[in-house]
């Protein structure tokens, strides 16, 4: 079975750090590219990171930039989302996605919520 499952989420203070992990089973993430997208209540889902499945290069969103990092270890078929410096505006359900041409698979999100 293909499943993509994310984990690492909670309730973290301002300034704090997490780590999103995103599991492949079923199926061999080297040849996909991964995103990190985002949503928070009432709003769109937003692209957060990700990174190329042919070298390895990594893309944010200027609201992340310094303070998130996406890496993968293709040994453990897993993807993370490192992140530091939280702010409250990073409060959002965190899903991750698997894509390669005809294909894409979703995760079933992870809630990360940034508040004292």
């Known amino acids: 079975q293909v499943q993509l499952v994310e984990s690492g989420g909670g309730l973290v203070q301002p300034g704090g750090s997490l780590r999103l992990s995103c599991a492949a089973s079923?199926?061999?993430?080297?040849?996909?590219?991964i995103g990190w997208f985002r949503q928070a209540p009432g709003k769109e889902r937003e692209g957060v990171a990700c990174?190329?499945?042919?070298?390895?290069?990594?893309y944010y969103a200027d609201s992340v930039k310094g303070r998130f990092t996406i890496s993968r270890d293709n040994a453990k078929n897993t993807v993370y989302l490192q992140m530091t410096s939280l702010k409250p505006e990073d409060t959002a359900v965190y899903y991750c996605?698997?894509?390669?041409?005809?294909?894409?698979?979703w995760g079933q999100g992870t809630q990360v919520t940034v508040s004292t």
């Open positions: 990174i190329t499945s042919s070298d390895g290069s990594t």
């Open positions: 079923g199926f061999n993430l080297d040849y996909y590219y």
């Open positions: 996605v698997a894509i390669k041409v005809g294909e894409d698979y």
